[in-house]
């Protein structure tokens, strides 16, 4: 395992022992097996880690689920409305669903009403959720899938109602509930009635 490695894991094991705000920079470096000052060396503040902790594990887990590439084309080819939509946010539930991902939306999302760097790592995750889905919805509409009356609305409205549906996933499965995989799914079958040019 490599230094960023071990200083991302050790971050996420004292987040998830004494929750975000009470790890130190010491406490990291301490679990690490490093000095403070060696820590210094590789990032200015525990901000700064959480920060590169996010696109770290974000970036690994993509490509360990296989979606580190988005091909708009290949994913029109040949599919309907419904096929295409699927894909795409059983895509970002599997990422959000990944245990290290997973652990770490736990940590950021209990911290992010007293945190300002877990509020902006939030952000920066629906904001990039929310220009792929435009991305992917001018794409809709251009090759005839969907008919959208304002293609930004609806992007957001599905990007933001996904990561509800997930957010709750989440809370069920971590409060020991269980899971309602039908959820996403009947979202999924409603909007493509509304806005599927061949579904209705």
């Given at each position: 395992m490599d230094r960023k490695s071990e200083i991302v894991s050790a971050v996420m094991e004292l987040a998830s022992e004494k929750g975000l705000g009470s790890v130190s920079m010491q406490q990291i470096a301490d679990r690490v097996g490093i000095t403070k000052a060696s820590l210094y060396n590789h990032y200015s503040s525990k901000d700064?880690?959480?920060?590169?902790?996010?696109?770290?594990?974000?970036?690994?887990?993509?490509?360990?689920?296989g979606i580190d590439s988005f091909d708009v084309d290949r994913m029109m080819e040949n599919r309907s409305l419904r096929e295409i939509l699927s894909e795409t946010?059983?895509?970002?539930r599997r990422m959000c669903m990944d245990p290290q991902m997973f652990m770490f939306y736990k940590i950021i999302m209990s911290?992010?009403?007293?945190?300002k760097s877990a509020a902006e790592i939030m952000v920066s995750e629906t904001r990039t959720m929310i220009n792929a889905t435009k991305m992917l919805f001018y794409a809709l509409q251009v090759k005839g899938k969907a008919h959208f009356?304002?293609?930004d609305a609806a992007a957001f409205s599905f990007?933001?109602?996904?990561?509800?549906?997930?957010?709750?996933?989440?809370?069920?499965?971590h409060s020991g509930i269980g899971n309602d995989a039908n959820m996403l799914h009947g979202y999924i079958d409603e909007f493509c009635q509304i806005y599927g040019t061949q579904e209705k």
């Open positions: 700064e880690i959480v920060e590169a902790m996010y696109h770290y594990l974000r970036d690994n887990t993509k490509k360990s689920i946010a059983d895509s970002y911290e992010r009403s007293i945190n009356g304002n293609v990007a933001m109602a996904i990561h509800s549906i997930i957010d709750y996933e989440c809370d069920l499965i």
